[in-house]
């Protein structure tokens, strides 16, 4: 049964610092690998994609890379802001349309 | 529509009472799916429709919850006989995919519905 974990739980950080998040999962033989923001009280919201064939994608200061052979993504967030402050979701899917596994997600507090 | 509706936003319900959740995907997506989020925690699946079909409602916790999505489009979750454990953020999703094990362009989700059960 995949497995997916999120570290740290919580991290805040000041404003303008560059910060990395960490997702791993049990079972190597995923589909993709999907990064969601979620506000408090609300939904969430699609980061980034990366599919099982790609390395990494990039969006603004936001980079996330997937090592499928050692189960593990990482979410890079560059000059942080208050702004960025949310839940960082981390979700894998085993196959095609097949449910997303989630993590737990990383509170962050980015401190102006 | 431009995103996944879900409705109500807030919901209260006494402990025995039946609740409805909605959702509307984005227009043409052919897949659905339903998430339970307790406080907390990450989202975890509950029910996945392709079109008008239930094809997995393995997460489903209990016979107390119902699915439908009857012309393949709108969707509708039913509990029935609430009890406290059923408070949680009900989150729906919906997908372009179009089919098992082909392209997937990842999923849309809506901003939920927050159940609370007094």
């Known amino acids: 049964k995949q497995e997916v974990t999120q570290i740290p739980a919580a991290l805040s950080v000041p404003e303008g610092e560059n910060l990395v998040l960490n997702c791993s999962f049990t079972d190597s033989a995923i589909y993709n690998l999907q990064w969601f923001r979620q506000d408090p009280g609300k939904g969430l919201t699609s980061l980034l994609l990366i599919q099982s064939s790609q390395r990494e994608q990039t969006s603004g200061r936001l980079n996330a890379s997937l090592d499928k052979s050692s189960g593990r993504s990482t979410l890079y967030i560059a000059a942080s802001q208050p702004g960025d402050s949310a839940t960082y979701l981390c979700?894998?899917?085993?196959?095609?349309?097949?449910?997303?596994?989630f993590g737990k997600g990383t509170r962050l507090s980015v401190i102006a | 529509g431009a995103g996944v509706s879900q409705s109500p936003r807030y919901k209260v319900a006494k402990r025995g009472q039946d609740v409805a959740l909605r959702c509307d995907p984005i227009?043409?997506?052919?897949?659905l799916f339903w998430y339970q989020q307790a406080l907390g925690q990450g989202p975890e699946f509950l029910t996945y429709f392709q079109n008008e079909a239930q094809l997995d409602k393995s997460g489903l916790p209990s016979d107390r919850f119902f699915a439908e999505r009857p012309e393949g489009s709108v969707s509708t979750l039913k509990i029935q006989r609430t009890q406290q454990e059923d408070s949680a953020v009900y989150l729906c999703a919906s997908s372009r995919t179009k089919g098992r094990a082909e392209i997937n362009y990842g999923y849309t989700f809506g901003s939920g519905t927050r159940l609370t059960v007094v």
């Open positions: 979700a894998v899917m085993n196959s095609g349309n097949t449910p997303l596994v």
């Open positions: 227009s043409g997506h052919v897949s």
